[in-house]
Protein backbone atom coordinates (compact mmCIF):
# COMPACT_ATOMS: atom_id res chain seq x y z
CA UNK A 1 0.00 0.00 0.00
CA UNK A 2 0.96 3.71 -0.16
CA UNK A 3 3.12 4.98 1.93
CA UNK A 4 4.47 8.35 3.54
CA UNK A 5 7.33 9.41 4.98
CA UNK A 6 8.20 11.86 7.46
CA UNK A 7 11.04 13.20 9.15
CA UNK A 8 12.53 13.87 11.78
CA UNK A 9 10.03 12.12 13.60
CA UNK A 10 11.03 14.13 16.64
CA UNK A 11 13.78 17.53 16.73
CA UNK A 12 14.14 19.67 19.77
CA UNK A 13 15.09 23.47 18.33
CA UNK A 14 15.80 26.60 20.62
CA UNK A 15 13.65 29.92 19.83
CA UNK A 16 14.19 31.87 17.12
CA UNK A 17 15.83 28.99 15.22
CA UNK A 18 14.32 27.22 11.84
CA UNK A 19 13.05 23.31 11.16
CA UNK A 20 12.31 22.25 8.50
CA UNK A 21 10.21 18.83 8.35
CA UNK A 22 10.87 16.57 5.25
CA UNK A 23 7.15 14.63 4.12
CA UNK A 24 7.83 11.74 0.80
CA UNK A 25 5.58 9.63 -0.50
CA UNK A 26 7.60 6.46 -1.37
CA UNK A 27 5.68 4.55 -3.27
CA UNK A 28 3.38 7.17 -5.16
CA UNK A 29 3.45 10.67 -7.06
CA UNK A 30 1.53 12.90 -5.06
CA UNK A 31 0.35 16.11 -6.77
CA UNK A 32 -1.39 17.78 -3.28
CA UNK A 33 0.01 17.06 0.22
CA UNK A 34 -1.36 18.21 3.38
CA UNK A 35 0.31 19.46 6.38
CA UNK A 36 -1.67 19.37 9.38
CA UNK A 37 -0.86 20.54 13.17
CA UNK A 38 -2.37 18.66 16.54
CA UNK A 39 -1.70 20.08 19.86
CA UNK A 40 -2.09 18.10 22.98
CA UNK A 41 -5.89 15.94 23.79
CA UNK A 42 -6.70 17.96 20.43
CA UNK A 43 -8.11 16.86 17.18
CA UNK A 44 -5.94 17.61 13.80
CA UNK A 45 -6.34 20.64 12.56
CA UNK A 46 -5.39 21.53 8.72
CA UNK A 47 -2.76 24.17 8.18
CA UNK A 48 -1.96 23.89 4.92
CA UNK A 49 -2.55 22.23 1.26
CA UNK A 50 0.55 21.59 -0.30
CA UNK A 51 0.36 21.70 -4.60
CA UNK A 52 3.14 20.32 -6.78
CA UNK A 53 4.73 23.22 -8.53
CA UNK A 54 2.63 26.09 -7.43
CA UNK A 55 2.20 27.97 -4.08
CA UNK A 56 0.37 26.29 -0.51
CA UNK A 57 -2.57 27.70 0.07
CA UNK A 58 -3.02 28.08 3.78
CA UNK A 59 -6.07 27.86 6.01
CA UNK A 60 -7.23 30.93 7.57
CA UNK A 61 -5.19 31.94 10.61
CA UNK A 62 -2.11 30.22 9.57
CA UNK A 63 0.86 32.55 8.74
CA UNK A 64 2.30 31.58 5.44
CA UNK A 65 5.78 33.72 6.16
CA UNK A 66 5.79 31.82 9.40
CA UNK A 67 4.92 28.15 8.20
CA UNK A 68 6.62 28.28 4.52
CA UNK A 69 5.94 25.19 2.42
CA UNK A 70 7.74 23.91 -0.64
CA UNK A 71 6.45 21.06 -2.91
CA UNK A 72 9.10 20.95 -5.41
CA UNK A 73 8.72 17.48 -6.70
CA UNK A 74 5.69 14.89 -6.73
CA UNK A 75 7.27 12.99 -4.08
CA UNK A 76 8.88 15.85 -1.74
CA UNK A 77 6.31 18.02 0.23
CA UNK A 78 8.66 20.24 3.25
CA UNK A 79 7.09 22.23 6.15
CA UNK A 80 9.91 25.04 7.50
CA UNK A 81 8.51 26.61 10.87
CA UNK A 82 10.73 29.54 10.54
CA UNK A 83 11.98 31.67 13.99
CA UNK A 84 10.25 28.89 16.00
CA UNK A 85 8.89 29.97 19.20
CA UNK A 86 7.99 27.67 22.35
CA UNK A 87 3.58 28.21 21.31
CA UNK A 88 4.37 26.41 17.90
CA UNK A 89 5.55 23.32 19.89
CA UNK A 90 2.69 20.40 18.70
CA UNK A 91 2.72 17.76 16.86
CA UNK A 92 3.15 18.33 12.74
CA UNK A 93 1.65 15.62 10.46
CA UNK A 94 1.63 15.27 6.57
CA UNK A 95 -0.54 13.68 4.22
CA UNK A 96 -0.93 12.36 0.53
CA UNK A 97 -3.61 10.79 -1.16
CA UNK A 98 -2.74 8.10 -3.79
CA UNK A 99 -6.20 7.79 -5.17
CA UNK A 100 -9.32 10.25 -5.13
CA UNK A 101 -10.54 8.27 -2.01
CA UNK A 102 -7.20 7.28 -0.18
CA UNK A 103 -4.89 9.30 2.10
CA UNK A 104 -1.78 7.88 3.80
CA UNK A 105 -0.55 9.54 7.01
CA UNK A 106 2.87 10.55 7.94
CA UNK A 107 4.52 9.34 11.12
CA UNK A 108 4.40 12.73 12.43
CA UNK A 109 6.92 15.21 13.67
CA UNK A 110 7.01 16.30 17.15
CA UNK A 111 8.30 19.48 17.39
CA UNK A 112 9.51 20.85 21.27
CA UNK A 113 10.87 24.88 21.21
CA UNK A 114 12.76 25.98 24.01
CA UNK B 1 -18.72 18.97 3.90
CA UNK B 2 -21.04 17.16 6.85
CA UNK B 3 -20.39 17.78 10.21
CA UNK B 4 -20.25 14.35 12.18
CA UNK B 5 -20.97 13.53 15.79
CA UNK B 6 -19.46 11.21 17.58
CA UNK B 7 -18.95 10.16 21.71
CA UNK B 8 -16.20 11.44 22.88
CA UNK B 9 -15.40 8.00 24.73
CA UNK B 10 -16.26 4.07 25.12
CA UNK B 11 -14.92 0.91 26.72
CA UNK B 12 -14.49 -2.12 25.16
CA UNK B 13 -13.62 -5.51 26.53
CA UNK B 14 -10.84 -7.09 24.60
CA UNK B 15 -12.34 -10.04 22.18
CA UNK B 16 -15.66 -8.61 22.38
CA UNK B 17 -16.86 -6.25 18.81
CA UNK B 18 -16.62 -2.73 19.32
CA UNK B 19 -19.07 -1.06 17.64
CA UNK B 20 -18.34 2.99 17.42
CA UNK B 21 -21.47 5.10 16.26
CA UNK B 22 -21.35 8.27 14.12
CA UNK B 23 -23.93 10.72 13.42
CA UNK B 24 -23.81 12.82 10.25
CA UNK B 25 -27.62 13.27 9.44
CA UNK B 26 -26.74 16.89 7.14
CA UNK B 27 -24.94 14.25 4.97
CA UNK B 28 -25.35 15.17 1.18
CA UNK B 29 -26.04 12.36 -1.54
CA UNK B 30 -22.08 12.41 -3.08
CA UNK B 31 -20.69 12.69 0.34
CA UNK B 32 -18.60 9.26 1.77
CA UNK B 33 -17.73 8.62 5.23
CA UNK B 34 -14.36 7.46 6.42
CA UNK B 35 -13.47 6.14 9.18
CA UNK B 36 -9.75 6.57 10.54
CA UNK B 37 -7.61 6.24 13.48
CA UNK B 38 -4.77 7.54 15.50
CA UNK B 39 -2.80 5.27 17.88
CA UNK B 40 -1.21 7.89 20.33
CA UNK B 41 1.27 10.16 18.98
CA UNK B 42 1.43 8.44 15.29
CA UNK B 43 0.00 9.69 12.44
CA UNK B 44 -4.26 8.87 11.18
CA UNK B 45 -4.69 5.11 9.94
CA UNK B 46 -7.22 4.57 7.35
CA UNK B 47 -9.59 2.07 8.47
CA UNK B 48 -12.55 1.96 5.36
CA UNK B 49 -15.09 4.15 4.00
CA UNK B 50 -18.21 3.67 2.51
CA UNK B 51 -21.00 5.14 -0.10
CA UNK B 52 -24.37 3.85 0.96
CA UNK B 53 -23.86 -0.25 1.22
CA UNK B 54 -22.46 -1.77 3.82
CA UNK B 55 -18.29 -2.41 3.36
CA UNK B 56 -15.95 -4.88 5.43
CA UNK B 57 -12.38 -5.65 4.83
CA UNK B 58 -9.49 -6.71 6.96
CA UNK B 59 -9.78 -4.69 9.62
CA UNK B 60 -13.12 -3.69 10.15
CA UNK B 61 -17.12 -3.34 9.26
CA UNK B 62 -18.46 -0.35 8.02
CA UNK B 63 -22.74 -0.17 8.24
CA UNK B 64 -24.17 2.72 7.34
CA UNK B 65 -28.22 3.51 7.57
CA UNK B 66 -30.49 3.33 4.56
CA UNK B 67 -31.01 7.09 5.14
CA UNK B 68 -27.56 7.76 5.27
CA UNK B 69 -27.58 9.91 8.83
CA UNK B 70 -25.85 7.13 10.76
CA UNK B 71 -23.15 4.91 10.75
CA UNK B 72 -21.40 2.00 12.73
CA UNK B 73 -17.96 0.93 12.62
CA UNK B 74 -17.35 -2.42 14.11
CA UNK B 75 -13.83 -3.60 15.13
CA UNK B 76 -15.36 -7.58 15.43
CA UNK B 77 -12.30 -8.75 17.76
CA UNK B 78 -11.12 -6.12 19.59
CA UNK B 79 -7.74 -5.85 20.94
CA UNK B 80 -5.66 -4.13 23.15
CA UNK B 81 -3.46 -2.83 19.93
CA UNK B 82 -7.24 -0.88 18.73
CA UNK B 83 -7.07 1.34 21.89
CA UNK B 84 -7.09 4.69 19.94
CA UNK B 85 -9.05 7.76 18.88
CA UNK B 86 -11.49 7.15 16.09
CA UNK B 87 -12.64 9.75 13.88
CA UNK B 88 -15.69 9.42 11.59
CA UNK B 89 -15.27 11.87 8.26
CA UNK B 90 -17.83 12.60 5.79
CA UNK B 91 -15.96 13.69 2.42
CA UNK B 92 -17.68 14.74 -0.80
CA UNK B 93 -16.23 13.00 -3.91
CA UNK B 94 -15.25 16.59 -5.06
CA UNK B 95 -13.32 17.87 -2.16
CA UNK B 96 -9.85 16.61 -1.41
CA UNK B 97 -9.72 17.51 2.50
CA UNK B 98 -10.16 15.27 5.75
CA UNK B 99 -11.70 17.85 8.14
CA UNK B 100 -11.04 15.76 11.53
CA UNK B 101 -13.38 16.44 14.52
CA UNK B 102 -13.07 15.30 17.75
CA UNK B 103 -13.25 11.55 17.50
CA UNK B 104 -13.97 8.93 19.48
CA UNK B 105 -11.31 7.49 22.28
CA UNK B 106 -11.51 3.65 21.91
CA UNK B 107 -10.13 1.96 25.22
CA UNK B 108 -9.58 -1.32 25.15
CA UNK B 109 -9.99 -3.65 28.20
CA UNK B 110 -7.88 -6.30 29.04
Known amino acids: GAVVSQHPSWVICKSGTSVKIECRSLDFQATTMFWYRQFPKQSLMLMAT?????????EQGVEKDKFLINHASLTLSTLTVTSAHPEDSSFYIC??????????FGSGTRLTVV | DAKTTQPPSMDCAEGRAANLPCNHS???????VYWYRQIHSQGPQYIIH???NNETNEMASLIITEDRKSSTLILPHATLRDTAVYYC???????????FGKGTKLSVIP
Open chain 1, 95 to 104: SASETDYGYT
Open chain 2, 26 to 32: TISGNEY
Open chain 2, 50 to 52: GLK
Open chain 2, 89 to 99: IVKGAGSYQLT
Open chain 1, 50 to 58: SNEGSKATY
